[in-house]
Structures are given as structure tokens and as C-alpha cells.
Nanobody
Framework: QVQLVESGGGLVQPGGSLRLSCAAS????????MGWYRQAPGKQRELVAA???????NYADSVKGRFTISRDNAKKTVYLQMNSLKPEDTAVYYC?????????WGQGTQVTVSS
């Protein structure tokens, strides 16, 4: 049973930083893709950033230059460093991991950017 456990969310002032972590357990394989999605109230879930096992990355235009995704394949962990946070970054952030046709989700962690 694959489980993804997120940590690192919280309340931060505009311009501040947070680092999210997501650790995967229950799988002996390396996930082809790991990523972060977010869902704000009343909005659809959207991709924030994704990283392949090769290290190639993809970012939503709204976070380019502010967020950095990275992964540790040995630890089966993916990170999201979020800098220069804005109120519009407020959302529940979900970790995602995929291998082949299988995809898994974490339970979500709240990020609130407010003064």
C-alpha cells in the first residue's frame, strides 16, 4: 500500500517562504513522476510543479522563478521550496506520485499566505 505523507505547510506572511516535503512509503520502485498540485477554495485542483526521475522539471507559469521542486530518489521524497509567497498561493497543496498507470495522492497540507 503506497502512502504519501506531506509536511511543511502553515501560515506565512506575504513575501515569506515555506518548504513542503512529501515522503512515499510502501513501494520499492522509483516513481516516474512526482509533483505538487494545489486547490484553492472554489477552484479546481491545478498542477504547481512536477519532476521526473531524470530530474527534468515543469512549473506552472504562476510560480516560475519563485518555487523550486526537487526530489531524493533514494528517500522517495519530493520537496517544494516556495519563496516570495503571495496571498494567491493560499491553497491546500497535494503531493502526487506516478509510475506507469498508477498514481497516488497525499492527504494535503494547508498553506496560508496572509498578513
Amino acid at each position: 500500500q503506497v502512502q504519501l505523507v506531506e509536511s511543511g505547510g502553515g501560515l506565512v506572511q506575504p513575501g515569506g517562504s515555506l518548504r513542503l516535503s512529501c515522503a512515499a512509503s510502501g513501494s520499492i520502485f522509483v516513481f516516474n513522476v512526482m509533483g505538487w498540485y494545489r486547490q484553492a477554495p472554489g477552484k479546481q485542483r491545478e498542477l504547481v510543479a512536477a519532476i521526473l526521475s531524470s530530474g527534468n522539471t515543469n512549473y506552472a507559469d504562476s510560480v516560475k522563478g519563485r518555487f523550486t521542486i526537487s526530489r531524493d530518489n533514494a528517500k522517495k521524497t519530493v520537496y517544494l521550496q516556495m519563496n516570495s509567497l503571495k496571498p494567491e498561493d493560499t491553497a491546500v497543496y497535494y503531493c502526487n506520485a506516478a509510475r506507469g498507470i498508477s498514481a497516488y495522492w497525499g492527504q494535503g497540507t494547508q498553506v496560508t499566505v496572509s498578513s
